[in-house]
């Protein structure tokens, strides 16, 4: 678990602090109760994901065949692309984190919009491609067309991937919205090195939202890529 | 509630000095103060209400089932109705009454003032907690009004996703959203306990109702995720006719189940293991003595968590499932057993020279112990396999987890609301009227349920609008053992709210029992604790002298 | 079933006395456990009640080994019972090699049944008793489960794939069948009877029944109308054929293209037909054509039965099959005249893939 640990001077003054809340004793009782609850909300994520995991790998090992045929329509240079992107925020997010413990006030700021921003791409990039699957028939739905045998697999497949990949759009919309939520305080130098945890529990769903994207992009995209 | 106050602290209130302690009850009025509150006080009367509504409501449904079933032939209701009847019983009762009932109630009211907290660790997200619960149940009535849903609270597919033309979506997207409420409530939990106890309050020092509540929120933070996301594909298997759980697309209906019962099994520990927590609470209040095995009792709650998550596959003995899965499936709910059993024989051990007194409270625990037992057993029958077999989907299963859920959980809910009612309340409750009910719902249930063991073992069926006329005695018994349940379920429901405004004023401790919640003011202030305490010795320390001190003034003492 | 209160089902088949002896014992142990906390509740509860109003319990004295002896014995019965249970099912599960086979489809909400001879019947099933039988059910919409409390037998049928159940009548008489898995609308309504008959009997009202072809036959008709033997053929002409040979697969062991084994069952075969790209036979060209929406659950069923008994035809080993199909179809069809021999033929060559 990622914890800085504090001045004493710093403990001290946080009694006092603006951001403390009523049920804490401490600024630092405080952080670390967030910081845990970050970190079980992340587990719930994990189990919500895991659901469609497990559906996926069983559904990929049952129809092995048609799943491979069905991920060849997935185009490789883009799913990479957006890794690149997305581990690149995550990157920018915690330099954001890395300028507040700095007390760096418009570093903050610049990072969260970089951050921001690069989400963004991220989305446009997703936007292409399902625009691409919506042209080639391949959204699951009375226009479903797919060449190759058991077609209903591949609708399978593609139901999947929309709902994975979608999902994980949705968290990436709402991980943006959280972070423009940030650019106002952090304008008014409402986080420094005392106090900046909205920001590292924002940093961690970051991560995490990157990271499920890090497990689908080789499920979907790569697995039985060698074989087209 | 009269409210002037002039007199010193040290008078005990009552309505005769007409006086009130500043309390989380008188602390502000208005709708306001409480729709807004962060106070996990508050919160947990919030829930109270919303709660007993879905209680009243699912009862009324029970009500209805067990009317239709008194003959043979369907002659009340139609059988789409009565599906529907079952179907919104089961959703309401489980989701609605079972799973947030002790933790959403009892848990947010106790949880802070046990561990010695000004409150819990998220307020913002317990309030949210609450009013996600209520969108949820929004959703839920909206599709009861509108016509229902009759796939059974299970929502096997592909019933629920191709062929029932009822409200599934709204209905599955009611009890999705409702998951985040119980999420809400299980993180602020874990994070409570770990984090913001009081000084001296050492893990072995935490009273049974944390470990307890520890443990399901574990279950809650791990398995709840689970069933969102099947509930979520149902819906869009519904919505844009995909067919991830529909054989004629290739997908697969088992796996529906497999998804399905990872998180409901554990469910069903989230609704005992808070129960077991309130019991060894209750026992060690009138027996006045440190719960048996303290240690064993703890640790069995964490492997009751544990193994929760391994025993799903025993809802699918029969749904084609491998043998070799069932055999590992079979043997580790057996498992199960082990530390429940640990548990019943040492909250019996600690009646063991006790001092015990037969309070409304204790009568319902005593209750909880005896047809947790059945329950328990049962549950351990029905996991041997070749015991399944034949009492699959079959009556048996419907009274076993009636034992466990109605005997279980609501008995110890009923007993925990009457023990912490002065604390909650500052009031007492008619001691003969509460006792009274306390036997009709232990009659009643019992009545209602031991012939529904019988009947499973004839071979009735579950969800059976009509039956074969030699299973008609049976269920004539059962729902005569209903409408006694039912009057057990109401009568608390009048003379609670009776004692309220009438009730007589309980002082702190009326019970003279020992625990930090009990060392401050009944009802507690806003922030629980004047000063916060510092533990120094082990939970339920019971001795003759602090008994005595601590117990309310002679006049509102009760036993 | 003539009393008005019953407490005990009939017991009317091979498997039932061996549940109940398991059922009674665990009921046993149950009631014993029961009384043993109960009776020292009550027990407490009048020695240790409270007599004085600041009275506390005395200080709790936990010996270590009483929780041990507690934790343990109940392991201890848990694994008796786990394993004495697990045999029981074993038994009820796997389907003796005498066993004939019926096939049935749920539907909602009833169910269809089909005798190895042909004759069908709609919520009631005619058996002989003393005679394994071995009941494939399919379903054609929703999850239903087969059960007969008399006999103590309860499967599920899944849509989308085949399982089985088994059971041998012991005394003649009509009993209870439940669909016991929900299954809509009217799902008590899916209900009918076993009827358990004395072999003599059960033949007469075979006899007596609106003679159709039998299962084996009309897949072996359907096996040409669909053009099957075209690509599948039979005899010595399968050496030069263009898919598999059929005789002699069922209940082998087949290798596939990718390199994986299995054992040819009915779940194979069906997906085979449906879905013939999903396990491809080592050695062929993947050039069959889908079933899938050109047959019905009951043809497919009959299709199976026909390539099931194919197996006792010129097995692999032996590679005299020359004519064994054209003599199978004409066994089968004519047991419709004669229904005697109906118990030989195609079920007795069975061998339970296991």
């Known amino acids: 678990m990622a914890s800085t640990t504090m001045e004493p001077e710093a403990d001290a003054a946080a009694h006092h602090h603006p951001a403390l809340q009523h049920q804490f004793d401490s600024l630092e009782q405080q952080k670390e109760s967030s910081t845990l609850g970050m970190w079980l909300f992340l587990v719930t994520e994990i189990m919500f994901f895991g659901g469609l995991f497990t559906a996926y790998v069983v559904y990929r090992r049952t129809f092995q065949g048609v799943f491979a045929a069905a991920s060849h329509h997935l185009d490789v240079t883009l799913g990479a692309i957006n890794t690149a992107v997305l581990i690149f925020s995550s990157l920018t997010v915690a330099l954001a984190i890395w300028s507040a413990q700095m007390n760096r006030r418009k570093g903050i700021v610049f990072f969260l919009v970089l951050t921001i921003l690069l989400g963004g791409v991220f989305l446009g990039i997703k936007t292409v491609e399902y625009s691409h699957k919506f042209h080639d028939n391949l959204v699951p739905g009375p226009n479903f067309h797919f060449d190759g045998p058991s077609p209903e697999k591949a609708e399978i497949f593609f139901s999947l991937y929309f709902i994975m990949t979608g999902l994980h759009a949705l968290h990436m919309i709402i991980g943006m919205g959280v972070l423009a939520a940030l650019i106002r305080p952090a304008w008014k130098g409402r986080y420094d090195a005392s106090y900046y945890n909205p920001l590292e529990c924002t940093g961690l769903y970051w991560h995490f939202v990157d990271i499920v994207w890090i497990f689908l992009f080789p499920l979907l995209y790569l697995l039985g890529a060698h074989a087209r | ?559 | 079933m003539e009393t008005n209160l019953p407490l005990f089902p009939e017991s009317a088949s091979s498997v039932a006395p061996q549940i109940d002896a398991l059922f009674v014992v665990w009921s046993v142990i149950s009631v014993f456990f029961t009384l043993l906390i109960a009776g020292l509740i009550i027990y407490f509860m009048a020695r240790y009640r409270r007599r004085a109003a600041d009275e506390v319990g005395l200080p709790e004295r936990a010996p270590f080994w009483l929780e041990i002896a507690w934790s343990a014995i109940p392991l201890a019965i848990m694994l008796a019972m786990f394993a004495w249970g697990t045999q029981v099912f074993v038994n009820v599960y796997r389907p003796p090699a005498d066993a004939i086979q019926y096939s049935s489809i749920g539907k909602q909400w009833m169910w269809k049944f089909q005798h190895p001879t042909g004759q069908r019947e709609i919520n009631t099933l005619h058996i002989p008793v003393g005679q394994p039988i071995k009941l494939l059910l399919q379903s054609e919409d929703v999850i239903h489960s087969f059960f007969v409390p008399a006999f103590r037998v309860k499967q599920d049928a899944v849509p989308g794939r085949y399982t089985a159940v088994w059971f041998e009548a012991t005394k003649p008489g009509v009993y209870h069948m439940f669909c016991a898995e929900y299954c809509g609308g009217e799902h008590s309504k899916m209900i009918g009877s076993v009827v358990a008959m004395e072999p003599r009997q059960y033949e007469e009202w075979l006899a007596g029944g609106p003679a159709g072809r039998s299962v084996t036959a009309s897949g072996a008709d359907l096996f040409q109308q669909l053009a099957c033997h075209t690509c599948h053929r039979t005899g010595t002409a399968g050496m030069a054929a263009r898919a598999p040979r059929l005789e002699g697969l069922f209940g082998h062991q087949v290798r596939l293209e990718d390199g994986g084994t299995l054992v040819a069952d009915e779940n194979y075969l069906r997906e085979s037909i449906l879905n013939p790209m999903a396990k491809v036979t080592a050695g062929w060209q993947p050039i069959m054509p889908t079933y899938q929406g050109q047959v019905t659950e009951e043809q497919l069923t009959q299709l199976i039965s026909y390539i099931r008994s194919l197996a006792g035809e010129g097995g692999i080993e032996s590679g005299s099959g020359a004519g064994g199909g054209p003599n199978e179809v004409g066994a089968a069809g004519g047991q419709v005249d004669s229904p005697e021999p109906q118990t030989a033929g195609p079920a007795r060559s069975e061998t339970d893939p296991q």
């Open chain 2, 1 to 559: 509630m009269d409210t002037t106050a002039t007199v010193s602290d040290t008078t005990l209130a009552s309505p005769e000095t007409g006086y009130e302690r500043p309390n989380y009850l008188n602390a502000a009025y208005g709708m306001r103060s409480w729709l807004l509150t962060r106070d996990h006080k508050r919160i947990a009367i919030l829930y109270l209400i919303s709660v007993s509504v879905f209680f009243a409501l699912g009862s009324l449904f029970a009500l209805l089932i067990r009317l239709e079933l008194l003959t043979p032939e369907g002659d009340m209701v139609q059988p789409d109705t009565y599906n529907r009847l079952f179907t919104m019983h089961g959703v309401v009762m489980v989701f609605f009454f079972l799973i947030p009932a002790i933790p959403a109630v009892l848990g947010n009211f106790l949880v802070p003032l046990m561990i010695g907290a000004k409150d819990l660790a998220f307020p913002k997200l317990n309030l949210a907690s609450w009013y996600v619960y209520n969108l949820g149940g929004i959703f839920t009535l909206w599709s009861i009004v509108h016509g229902g849903v009759d796939t059974g609270w299970t929502f096997y597919a592909p019933l629920s996703t191709q062929y029932s033309n009822t409200y599934v979506i709204s209905a599955a997207l009611g009890v999705f959203i409702n998951g985040f409420s119980t999420i809400f409530t299980g993180m602020n939990f874990i994070v409570t306990i770990h984090r913001m106890r009081a000084p001296g309050m050492t893990w072995f020092r935490l009273p049974l109702f944390i470990w307890s509540h520890y443990a399901t929120s574990l279950i809650i933070v791990l398995g709840t995720p689970v069933i969102a996301i099947t509930l979520l594909l149902v819906a869009a298997e519904r919505l844009l006719h995909l067919g991830i759980f529909d054989p004629r697309l290739g997908g697969d209906p088992i796996l529906f189940q497999h998804l399905f019962w990872f998180y409901s099994h554990p469910a069903v520990y989230i609704m005992i293991l808070p129960a077991m927590g309130v019991i060894s609470e209750l026992v060690a209040a009138f027996a006045r003595k440190r719960v048996f095995g303290y240690r064993f009792v703890a640790f069995a709650s964490i492997a009751i968590a544990v193994l929760g998550f391994l025993v799903w596959g025993h809802h699918m003995f029969l749904a084609g499932q491998s043998i070799y899965l069932s055999t590992i499936f079979s043997i580790l709910s057996m498992l199960v057993a082990v530390p429940s059993a640990i548990k019943v024989f040492n909250w019996t051990a600690t009646l063991y020279e006790g001092s015990i007194s037969y309070q409304t409270p204790m009568l319902y625990a005593l209750g909880f112990i005896g047809l947790f037992t059945i329950g328990g057993l049962t549950g351990t029958m029905i996991a041997t396999l070749g015991i399944d077999v034949h009492v699959h989907d079959t009556y048996f299963i419907v009274a076993h987890f009636h034992y466990i859920m109605v005997g279980g959980t609501i008995m110890a809910y009923m007993g925990g609301l009457h023990y912490w009612w002065p604390k909650i309340s500052g009031r007492l409750y008619p001691a003969f009227l509460s006792r009274l009910s306390a036997l009709l719902v232990f009659v009643g249930f019992n009545l209602t349920f031991l012939p529904q063991f019988v009947l499973g073992y004839l071979g009735m069926p579950r969800r059976y609008w009509s039956y074969p006329p030699e299973f008609q005695v049976l269920n004539v018994l059962s729902t005569a053992g209903a409408s006694i349940l039912g009057v057990g379920y109401v009568l608390p429901l009048f003379y609670f709210i009776w004692s309220m405004r009438y009730g007589k004023r309980s002082g702190d401790n009326p019970w003279g029992a020992i625990g930090l919640e009990w060392d401050t003011p009944s009802p507690p202030p806003t922030d629980n604790f004047h000063t916060i305490p510092v533990v120094t010795r082990p939970p339920y320390a019971y001795n003759e002298q602090e008994v005595h001190d601590r117990t309310s003034h002679p006049e509102a003492r009760v036993g």
